[in-house]
């Protein structure tokens, strides 16, 4: 199972929307097969180890399956797992996690043990689970599985008063940074961002990040920049790059017209409700519940938010964020105007904060990565 592990973590940031599973085959305590999801329309992790096996020449009758996750039973793109292991003459299957699709947990592991296949399951299921959190929360809830990323100094600042923020952590917490892209659908920023840094946001290689790391090309990422006002500059990066058709401009519905109309004309642009409507100021808050909604419903999965302190806050005090990942650089940079990691109005009491859990603390050259669970309220 830690081998499956290990090949389903190969595929991280390819398979979406379907989540990443490890497979493999074993006759006579030898492994004849393994295989890993294909990107979305290709095969399962079971279909690569029965394919691996029958390539090596090895008959797959009377073999064990190892398998991170419960085979599917439905037909989407392709055909139900389980009819190709019944068809594959598998004795044994042995299962990391339960598919936390509604419709069809446990009804696998149903169609199986009806035809004579005996099933073990809950091995290294925590691992497995956690593995594919982003699709589990999406299968479940319709909405991404939303990350909040920022580097900051130790006291809380991702820039100075004027907005100078390269670089405040060092070049291993930025590769870091790297791959959480390459493990997310899409990416999200306020206008700011866009109108102080101009960021390309794409999911790069670097010296740090191999591409044997995820053995497969880079992502294509779809970028989102929320801009109630429709200030994006026409030759912003991500409006006039060859990667445009990837970006989407959130605006509202008080937004200019004919700036609304020039992005149009080269990018995505969604009119947005306003999180609430009874408000009639032009700068009300996006919706982002609505927003979440609507990319859910487009099978993003994952969403990394990289935006500045006002929009970090209204995902996370807004209850809208699963997770943190938070870099910390051994700087002091003070300051009441330098930019906050998360600003907006705050808790007004100690009750009212934000709860992290499953804290993990990981050490990066000087710098260090907190990657927290958000308590839901």
Known sequence: MRLALRLARQGVGTTSPNPTVGAVLVKNGEIIGRGRTAPAGGPH???AALRDAQKRGHPTRGTTLFVTLEPCCTHGRTPPCTNAIIAAGIKKVVVGATDPNPKHAGKGFEILRCAGIKI????LSDECARLNEAFNHWIVELTPFVTVKAAMTLDGKIATASGESKWITGEKARAHGMKLRFASDAILVGVNTILMDNPSLTARQGKNLQPSTFNLQPPQLRRIVLDSRARTPLTAKIVSDELATLTTIVVG??????RVAAL???VNVVVAPVANSKLKNKNSKLDLR???KKLGSQNVTSLLVEGGGEVNASFLLGGFAQRVAFFYAPKILGGRDARKGVAGDGAKKLNEVVPLHDI?????GEDLLLTAGVVES
């Open 120 to 123: 073990v399951s809950g091995i």
């Open 290 to 292: 609505w927003l979440l």
């Open 45 to 47: 992790a079971e279909i």
């Open 253 to 258: 519905k008080h937004a200019p017209k004919k």
């Open 264 to 266: 149009a004309k080269r």
């Open 360 to 364: 993990k603390w990981q050490r990066l």
